[in-house]
C-alpha cells in the first residue's frame, strides 16, 4: 500500500469512504483536546514524528508526569523545543524555552510569566500563535523536524528580550551568548527514569539560538540574578540561562530562529541551516502544513457531525507524533544505551521514544496502514537498539533502556509488520533478539539496569508469575497476573513471526506458552487472579478495585486480556452465554 493511497476506516457510526467538502482535515483538528486534567497531551508544532516540537510553555520544568501546557493555566512562561512524549506519563528532556518580552528584563519563569487569554490562541500543527497584551506584542511560531522559527510581533517601541532558559533539571547544563553573532547556544544533559533512574544517558539536548536584529546588551542569568559572564554551566540555580536586550525604535518584528541536535551543537548549527536557510517565517510554516495536509488527508470520513470528525482528525494527528526522529538532517544519532557514542544511519530517520505499552495495540498497527514506509524505519530502528545494546528493549525512551510498564511487546509490533508483508528491515537479526528476550534473562548487573523481561526465570518455571515473585527490578513492582497475561500474548504472537520463518521447535514452545493465560484464571470465580507458588489462589479477593497483581486497573478488566485466543477464554469462562454475562457485568459495575 503507497501513500497518498486514500484509506477508508470502518466507524460504527458514520457511513463510510467520501470526502469532507470544503473543511480540510487540518482545519478540523484541535490541538487543544487532551490538555485539560490529566490529559498530558499538549498543542504541539512541527512535523509529523519531529525532533523538536514547539510547545507553549505554562509549566517551567521537567519533572516527570508535568507535560509542559495546562490548559487552566492563564500564565505563559515561554515557548519550548519541547521533547515530550505526548499523552504520557514520562518526561520532557534536554529541552530549552524561549521568551520574548517588553520592557524591564526578568529572568525566572515566575516573574517573567505573562497573562494569557486562550480566546487569543490560534492551535495548529503547523502553526501557534498567542496575544500578550500585557507585552504590547502577538508571539507566533512554526516548526520542522529539528528546528523552529519564533517571530514576536511589537505593536510599539521601547526596549525587548530574548531570554533562553536551559530546562537543566539537575542543575548541569551549559550556555553561553554571543552578542556579535545574536546567538545563544547551549546543551541539556539528558538523566533517566524508571530503570537506571538518574543516570546519565550520554548524550544532551543541544540548541543554536539565533536572533535576526543586533542586541545592543546581553548576558547570562541565574533564576533573578543578571550576570555579567557570557558562559554559564554546572550551575546552582533552580533556573539558568542567557539573554539578548536590544531597542525596538518602532513597532516591528523579532525574528528568532532555533536548530537542535542529540549529538552537538555542530550538528543543531546544520540541523538548522539545513530547515531554515534563510529568515523566512512563512515559508517554513508553508511547507510543514502541506506536510501535514498530505498525511492528515490520506484518511478520508463522511458524515457524522463536526464535533465528531473534530475529535477523529485530532486523534489521528495525536497518532501521528511519536515515535520520534532521533537522528540529524545527516544521519548521526546516540547510540542506544551508548554512553555518547555516535551512530549514522544512511538514507532513512532513526527513531526512538517507542511508549510501546501504550502503542502496540492500536497506534502502531494503524500505522502500518497509513505510512508502511515509515513504520519498516521504525522496526530496523527498534533492531539496533536491540544490537546497540545487547537486548531487545521494552519500552525504549531517551536513547536508553527503562523497562517502563509491562510485557516484552517489541516482539509483538515487529510481528505485525512482517506478517503484513513490511519486511525492509533486518528480519533475522529481529528474530534473534526477539528470541533473546522471549527465552534468555541478561546478567544481574544489566537486568537490573532495564535489560530483558522482568521475572522471566518465574514465567518459565511456573507458567505464571507467582505472588511470592516481587518483581523487585521494575519501577512497577509486583503485577504478577497483568504481566502473565501479557507474556502469553507476547509469546502467541512471536510463535507466529517464528513459524513464518521456519523455526518450528521454538515457534512450538511459545505457542504453548501462549496458554499460559489460562493458569491466571481462577476456575471458580472465572476472574483473573493472584496465585501463589504452590498453586493456590490469594484469599480474600477483591475483584473490583486495583491491587498489587494487577496493572493499573482491576482483577475482573484484565480477566478479559487474551486477544490471541478469544474462542479459548469463551471456553474457559464457560461458554457464549456465561462470556456474555461475565462481558455485561464489566459494564454494569463500571468496572471499566
Not at 441 to 449: A, E, F, G, L
Request: net charge negative.
Amino acid at each position: 500500500m503507497n501513500l497518498p493511497q486514500r484509506i477508508c476506516l470502518l466507524s460504527l457510526v458514520l457511513p463510510l469512504c467520501g470526502i469532507l467538502g470544503a473543511q480540510s482535515p487540518y482545519s478540523l483538528l484541535d490541538p487543544h483536546i487532551g490538555t485539560a486534567n490529566e490529559g498530558q497531551t499538549v498543542p504541539l508544532v512541527g512535523e509529523p514524528y519531529a525532533m523538536t516540537n514547539w510547545v507553549p510553555e505554562t509549566r517551567s520544568t521537567e519533572d516527570k508526569c508535568i507535560a509542559p501546557y495546562y490548559f487552566a493555566d492563564t500564565r505563559l512562561t515561554g515557548i519550548r523545543a519541547s521533547h515530550w512524549m505526548t499523552g504520557s506519563c514520562t518526561q520532557d528532556y534536554g529541552s530549552v524555552t524561549l521568551m520574548t518580552t517588553f520592557g524591564a528584563l526578568h529572568t525566572a519563569p515566575e516573574s517573567r510569566a505573562i497573562t494569557f487569554q486562550h480566546s487569543t490562541e490560534v492551535a495548529q500543527p503547523a502553526f501557534y500563535s498567542v496575544q500578550l497584551p500585557d507585552d504590547h506584542e502577538t508571539v507566533e511560531l512554526t516548526g520542522g523536524i529539528r528546528a523552529g522559527i519564533l517571530r514576536a510581533r511589537y505593536t510599539t517601541a521601547g526596549d525587548v528580550n530574548l531570554i533562553v532558559e536551559n530546562n537543566a533539571r539537575f542543575h548541569d547544563g551549559w550556555v553561553h551568548v554571543d552578542i556579535a553573532r545574536g546567538e545563544i547556544t547551549g546543551y541539556n544533559p539528558v538523566h533517566r527514569i524508571y530503570q537506571g533512574n538518574g543516570k546519565l544517558t550520554g548524550f544532551s539536548g543541544y540548541f543554536v539560538v539565533q536572533l535576526q536584529q543586533r542586541a545592543q546588551s546581553d548576558g547570562t542569568w541565574c533564576d533573578d540574578r543578571i550576570l555579567n559572564a557570557p558562559e554559564l554551566k554546572d550551575s546552582s540555580c533552580k533556573h539558568m540561562g542567557a539573554y539578548l536586550r536590544l531597542h525596538l525604535s518602532a513597532p516591528g518584528d523579532l525574528l528568532i530562529r532555533t536548530g537542535t541536535s542529540f549529538t552537538s551543537l555542530e550538528a543543531a548549527r546544520s540541523n538548522l541551516r539545513a530547515e531554515i536557510p534563510a529568515w523566512n517565517f512563512e515559508a517554513l510554516r508553508t511547507k510543514t502544513t502541506r506536510t501535514w495536509n498530505n498525511v492528515l488527508n490520506t484518511v478520508s470520513l463522511e458524515g457524522g457531525s463536526a464535533a465528531q470528525r473534530r475529535t477523529f482528525y485530532t486523534a489521528l494527528y495525536h497518532s501521528l507524533l511519536l515515535p520520534r526522529i532521533a537522528s540529524d538532517d545527516d544521519g548521526a544519532y546516540p547510540r542506544f544505551a551508548g554512553n555518547g557514542k555516535i551512530e549514522h544511519i544512511a538514507g532513512k530517520p532513526y527513531y526512538d521514544d517507542f511508549s510501546l505499552w501504550d502503542i502496540y495495540r492500536a497506534q502502531l498497527p494503524l500505522l502500518t496502514l497509513l505510512d508502511p514506509v515509515r513504520v519498516q524505519q521504525m522496526m530496523q530502528s527498534l533492531v539496533l537498539k536491540g544490537q546497540q545494546g545487547g537486548y531487545l528493549p521494552i519500552f525504549p525512551a531517551w536513547g536508553s533502556y527503562t523497562s517502563e510498564m509491562i510485557g516484552d511487546h517489541t516482539g509483538v509490533v515487529i510481528t505485525d509488520a512482517y506478517m503484513k508483508g513490511l519486511r525492509n528491515f533486518d528480519v533475522a537479526s529481529a528474530w534473534t533478539l526477539i528470541r533473546q528476550n522471549a527465552f534468555d534473562t541478561p546478567p544481574y548487573d544489566q537486568y537490573k539496569d532495564g535489560l530483558g523481561r522482568r521475572a522471566l526465570k518465574s514465567y518459565i518455571q511456573y507458567g505464571y508469575i507467582p505472588l511470592e515473585d516481587p518483581v523487585a527490578e521494575a519501577f512497577h513492582h509486583g503485577e504478577q497476573v497483568s504481566r502473565t497475561l501479557e507474556y502469553a500474548f507476547d509469546d502467541a504472537i512471536i510463535a507466529r513471526l517464528a513459524n513464518a520463518l521456519g523455526h518450528k521447535e521454538d515457534a512450538a514452545t511459545l505457542a504453548k506458552r501462549g496458554s499460559n493465560w489460562k493458569n491466571v484464571i481462577d476456575p471458580e470465580t472465572k476472574l483473573a487472579r493472584g496465585r501463589h507458588a504452590d498453586g493456590s489462589w490469594i484469599t480474600p479477593f477483591v475483584y473490583d478495585k486495583w491491587v498489587s497483581y494487577i496493572t493499573e486497573s482491576n482483577a475482573y478488566q484484565y480477566t478479559f486480556y487474551v486477544p490471541q485466543d478469544v474462542p479459548g477464554l469463551i471456553h474457559t469462562l464457560g461458554g457464549q452465554a456465561a462470556f456474555v454475562q461475565k462481558l455485561d457485568g464489566l459494564f454494569e459495575r463500571k468496572l471499566y
